[in-house]
């Protein structure tokens, strides 16, 4: 066989307990991935030659640590953790703070992804890349920036503490979640299933389940991959077009996955915790994988899931498949009802599966116009190739009967639908560049919202108001106002007056929209000592978020205003010097900022010996700051 | 991809530590997530053979008995050579005899 092959496949298997091990000697996982990248190296260079290791795992393990040692003595840190004591489970200790770093807080969502496949699921960057239709460049730019971000957050490698780790396990399977379903929905391209992320999802979640087999939201995440990846075969057709759930040749579901997605249900109930949303939504797709036809889908019990579901995970998306669920358990009409409540949620605006649901409602009621057009505005929304075809299918079958014989005339002048008056409108002479552009901005929402087959005695004002309302509402009065004056335009053009009368004139301030918020509010006597003084401290010092929450009242210098943080010092002005005295109120030792809660005895250095509270978490840290501010303690830190 | 792991049967009878060496490997393959089930097989079993209209059913044991398989494992990584490597590990494990890696289609 071929060596590189082999090399690639033992790099697969072992690269995410390799970095993980490193990782734990260099506390760095940037400075652990590249010595463990030159370890992959020397395979390269010497399994040719001199053949395959006995045991290729364990010598670039060896390879790996050598490398490590070499480095700690080069830097000449601490030689005290170089005995590298193997505890029992060692290795996958590792790896689950290998996966809890990559999915740190401190990164935006699109690096915590992108490097836990490259570090956790071994995955190069070109094929990260692939999987998300980007550039290969852009993924190691990203990953670079993430890898500076954790050595700049200090973010080591370390487990979360207690009460951050509800947080961050969220995260994580946030995380697994988003990579599942890039490869079972993808966004974009012709592949209706990238098999591979699926794949590799699953493959990520069945290890967590080991891993950290005490938390049910983990294994009803198992639960849910296992049950959507067991009709991975049945929901496309031979052509590649998508194929609904009820329309599934049943006898295609895996029934190993099926079998699967049960047992990890099962042990996610054994737990005995309060269904979180992984759960819940793993419940209903066991009520689906249970059903042994579609008519015998309990959709009463699905509707009362998705109630808790709505619940849990308030979303417009989790709203709107309640709305199918009711659809199906109460009858369309009671599932449009549903469907329209949300048609001016602006999460929903351009999300191509409202209007194929409403579609789909609307066809179930008998109004085949309606519905028609709501398939090809769904269509028009929705980048994916096999849902497009699907979409458009629908729309050419929705053609009632008693439309399609009516009388032609009755259909009108060309302009008599929106697309083609707004084309005639914006093709004008007399629109200047500019205006033609800045009219299309507001002319592709409405397009976008009402479809371009929307006839045009059926455009309303109550209409258009409501798309305005949903589309800018919480805008500026200025972009309120330029897309009010581009419909009062066409109300004239196009002999609809009143078309726009919906739409007030609101009143243009001169207000500035500061990233960071205003000294006033920070300083506000209105909010908590804790958060005033930690906020002044990161502003005065532009130290990071990190450092500052390690800091310990013994450390602190008071009269210079300054604090001995590892072997440097963290400097402050009058702002925090006139808060901080109040903040240490008498303590001697222990964490500077303390959280409500009681730590356990077990963590020493992180808790207060005066009051037995714990040290301040940087999620808690952050959540205090973004519900006061809206803001991100980083852009904090950064205008200081 | 999916790989079905077939081992055939050895001389040795299993001793008490090729039962631990096991039971971390079928651990470490969980933990990896590439394990979707594995089982040991008795061994003979029934043999059913079909000529023309006739069927005929056979206990075992039997004399080929080597030929037929002792365990599997059906696993589920991106490449065959990452079988063929988890496959080798097993072996490594269980000392003289075979295997077979064979892909799963629609799997």
Redesign the interface.
């Given at each position: 066989?071929?060596v590189h092959?082999?090399i690639?496949?033992?790099w697969?298997?072992e690269s995410a307990r390799i970095v993980g091990g490193l990782a734990r000697l260099v506390h760095d996982v940037g400075l652990a991935e590249e010595l463990a990248q030159d370890a992959l190296v020397a395979a390269l260079e010497q399994w040719p030659v001199a053949g395959i290791p006995?045991?290729?795992g364990a010598w670039l393990t060896t390879v790996a640590r050598r490398r490590a040692i070499d480095h700690i003595r080069r830097s000449r840190q601490t030689t005290t953790e170089m005995s590298y004591v193997e505890q029992p489970h060692q290795a996958?200790d590792d790896v689950l703070r290998l996966v809890f770093v990559c999915c740190h807080p401190a990164l935006p969502r699109d690096a915590r992804v992108a490097l836990t496949l490259r570090l956790v699921a071994g995955l190069t960057a070109a094929e990260i890349a692939r999987a998300f239709l980007q550039d290969e460049p852009q993924v190691v730019r990203r990953i670079a920036a993430a890898k500076r971000t954790l050595a700049e957050e200090g973010a080591g490698f370390t487990r979360p503490s207690g009460d951050a780790m509800p947080g961050r396990l969220a995260s994580v399977l946030e995380v697994v979640y988003l990579v599942f379903n890039e490869g079972y929905s993808a966004t974009g391209g012709r592949d209706l299933i990238r098999a591979?992320l699926c794949?590799e999802a699953?493959?990520?979640?069945?290890?967590l389940a080991?891993?950290a087999p005490g938390e049910a939201e983990v294994h009803g995440l198992v639960a849910l991959m296992e049950l959507q990846a067991s009709r991975a075969?049945a929901r496309t057709g031979p052509a590649g077009e998508l194929i609904l759930l009820h329309e599934q040749n049943r006898g295609r579901w895996?029934q190993?996955l099926i079998k699967?997605g049960f047992a990890a249900m099962l042990r996610a109930r054994a737990l005995g915790a309060p269904p979180g949303p992984y759960v819940v939504q793993a419940a209903i797709a066991v009520c689906h994988a249970q059903a042994r036809t579609a008519a015998e889908t309990d959709w009463t019990r699905i509707a009362t899931l998705y109630d808790a579901l709505v619940r849990l995970l308030p979303t417009a998306v989790v709203r709107l498949n309640r709305a199918v669920a009711i659809g199906f358990a109460y009858g369309p009409a009671a599932g449009l009802a549903e469907v329209d409540a949300l048609l001016t949620d602006p999460a929903l605006r351009d999300y191509h599966l409202l209007p194929a649901v409403r579609g789909d409602l609307l066809s179930r009621l008998g109004r085949h116009e309606e519905a028609r057009r709501e398939f090809e505005r769904a269509a028009g929304l929705t980048r994916n190739h096999a849902e497009q075809a699907f979409l458009r299918r629908r729309a050419a079958e929705t053609e009632g009967p008693a439309e399609a014989e009516g009388p032609a005339e009755t259909k009108g002048p060309a302009e008599a639908t929106l697309g083609a008056a707004v084309a005639a409108f914006l093709a004008r002479d007399d629109l200047g560049r500019a205006t033609r552009r800045s009219y299309g901005q507001t002319f592709t929402r409405l397009r976008r919202a009402l479809g371009d087959s929307l006839p045009l005695d059926e455009l309303t004002a109550d209409r258009v108001a409501s798309v305005c309302a949903t589309a800018w509402g919480s805008a500026a009065a200025k972009t309120w106002n330029r897309h009010r004056a581009a419909l009062r335009s066409f109300a004239v053009w196009s002999s609809l007056p009143g078309l726009a009368d919906g739409l007030e004139r609101r009143v243009e301030t001169a207000a500035v929209a500061s990233p960071v918020p205003a000294a006033s509010l920070l300083d506000s006597p209105a909010l908590p000592l804790r958060e005033r003084a930690l906020w002044r401290l990161l502003l005065e010092s532009s130290a990071t978020v990190t450092t500052v929450l390690a800091l310990n009242v013994e450390d602190l210098d008071l009269e210079d205003r300054r604090a001995r943080s590892g072997g440097r010092w963290v400097t402050w002005r009058s702002g925090a010097a006139r808060l901080l005295p109040d903040l240490v109120a008498g303590r001697t030792s222990g964490p500077l900022f303390l959280t409500e809660r009681r730590a356990s005895a077990s963590t020493v250095g992180d808790r207060c010996p005066h009051t037995g509270r714990g040290r301040l978490s940087y999620e808690r840290a952050e959540y205090l700051f973004k519900r006061a501010t809206g803001g991100t303690l980083r852009s904090l830190r950064a205008a200081g | 991809m999916r790989f079905l792991m077939i081992s055939k049967p050895t001389d040795t009878p299993p001793d008490e530590k090729l039962f631990t060496e096991m039971g971390a490997f079928i651990e470490e393959l969980t933990a990896a997530g590439v394990l979707l089930a594995t089982g040991g097989l008795e061994p003979g079993g029934v043999v059913l053979s079909s000529r023309g209209d006739e069927i005929t059913v056979t206990d075992g044991p039997f004399a080929e008995a080597k030929e037929a398989a002792a365990g599997f494992a059906l696993i589920e990584v991106g490449t065959k050579e990452e079988a063929v490597e988890l496959a080798r590990r097993f072996r490594r494990i269980v000392g003289d005899g075979e295997s077979t890696v064979q892909q799963v289609f629609g799997g």
């Amino acid at each position: 066989m071929d060596v590189h092959r082999t090399i690639d496949a033992v790099w697969k298997l072992e690269s995410a307990r390799i970095v993980g091990g490193l990782a734990r000697l260099v506390h760095d996982v940037g400075l652990a991935e590249e010595l463990a990248q030159d370890a992959l190296v020397a395979a390269l260079e010497q399994w040719p030659v001199a053949g395959i290791p006995d045991n290729p795992g364990a010598w670039l393990t060896t390879v790996a640590r050598r490398r490590a040692i070499d480095h700690i003595r080069r830097s000449r840190q601490t030689t005290t953790e170089m005995s590298y004591v193997e505890q029992p489970h060692q290795a996958q200790d590792d790896v689950l703070r290998l996966v809890f770093v990559c999915c740190h807080p401190a990164l935006p969502r699109d690096a915590r992804v992108a490097l836990t496949l490259r570090l956790v699921a071994g995955l190069t960057a070109a094929e990260i890349a692939r999987a998300f239709l980007q550039d290969e460049p852009q993924v190691v730019r990203r990953i670079a920036a993430a890898k500076r971000t954790l050595a700049e957050e200090g973010a080591g490698f370390t487990r979360p503490s207690g009460d951050a780790m509800p947080g961050r396990l969220a995260s994580v399977l946030e995380v697994v979640y988003l990579v599942f379903n890039e490869g079972y929905s993808a966004t974009g391209g012709r592949d209706l299933i990238r098999a591979d992320l699926c794949r590799e999802a699953l493959r990520l979640g069945r290890m967590l389940a080991t891993l950290a087999p005490g938390e049910a939201e983990v294994h009803g995440l198992v639960a849910l991959m296992e049950l959507q990846a067991s009709r991975a075969a049945a929901r496309t057709g031979p052509a590649g077009e998508l194929i609904l759930l009820h329309e599934q040749n049943r006898g295609r579901w895996d029934q190993l996955l099926i079998k699967r997605g049960f047992a990890a249900m099962l042990r996610a109930r054994a737990l005995g915790a309060p269904p979180g949303p992984y759960v819940v939504q793993a419940a209903i797709a066991v009520c689906h994988a249970q059903a042994r036809t579609a008519a015998e889908t309990d959709w009463t019990r699905i509707a009362t899931l998705y109630d808790a579901l709505v619940r849990l995970l308030p979303t417009a998306v989790v709203r709107l498949n309640r709305a199918v669920a009711i659809g199906f358990a109460y009858g369309p009409a009671a599932g449009l009802a549903e469907v329209d409540a949300l048609l001016t949620d602006p999460a929903l605006r351009d999300y191509h599966l409202l209007p194929a649901v409403r579609g789909d409602l609307l066809s179930r009621l008998g109004r085949h116009e309606e519905a028609r057009r709501e398939f090809e505005r769904a269509a028009g929304l929705t980048r994916n190739h096999a849902e497009q075809a699907f979409l458009r299918r629908r729309a050419a079958e929705t053609e009632g009967p008693a439309e399609a014989e009516g009388p032609a005339e009755t259909k009108g002048p060309a302009e008599a639908t929106l697309g083609a008056a707004v084309a005639a409108f914006l093709a004008r002479d007399d629109l200047g560049r500019a205006t033609r552009r800045s009219y299309g901005q507001t002319f592709t929402r409405l397009r976008r919202a009402l479809g371009d087959s929307l006839p045009l005695d059926e455009l309303t004002a109550d209409r258009v108001a409501s798309v305005c309302a949903t589309a800018w509402g919480s805008a500026a009065a200025k972009t309120w106002n330029r897309h009010r004056a581009a419909l009062r335009s066409f109300a004239v053009w196009s002999s609809l007056p009143g078309l726009a009368d919906g739409l007030e004139r609101r009143v243009e301030t001169a207000a500035v929209a500061s990233p960071v918020p205003a000294a006033s509010l920070l300083d506000s006597p209105a909010l908590p000592l804790r958060e005033r003084a930690l906020w002044r401290l990161l502003l005065e010092s532009s130290a990071t978020v990190t450092t500052v929450l390690a800091l310990n009242v013994e450390d602190l210098d008071l009269e210079d205003r300054r604090a001995r943080s590892g072997g440097r010092w963290v400097t402050w002005r009058s702002g925090a010097a006139r808060l901080l005295p109040d903040l240490v109120a008498g303590r001697t030792s222990g964490p500077l900022f303390l959280t409500e809660r009681r730590a356990s005895a077990s963590t020493v250095g992180d808790r207060c010996p005066h009051t037995g509270r714990g040290r301040l978490s940087y999620e808690r840290a952050e959540y205090l700051f973004k519900r006061a501010t809206g803001g991100t303690l980083r852009s904090l830190r950064a205008a200081g | 991809m999916r790989f079905l792991m077939i081992s055939k049967p050895t001389d040795t009878p299993p001793d008490e530590k090729l039962f631990t060496e096991m039971g971390a490997f079928i651990e470490e393959l969980t933990a990896a997530g590439v394990l979707l089930a594995t089982g040991g097989l008795e061994p003979g079993g029934v043999v059913l053979s079909s000529r023309g209209d006739e069927i005929t059913v056979t206990d075992g044991p039997f004399a080929e008995a080597k030929e037929a398989a002792a365990g599997f494992a059906l696993i589920e990584v991106g490449t065959k050579e990452e079988a063929v490597e988890l496959a080798r590990r097993f072996r490594r494990i269980v000392g003289d005899g075979e295997s077979t890696v064979q892909q799963v289609f629609g799997g």
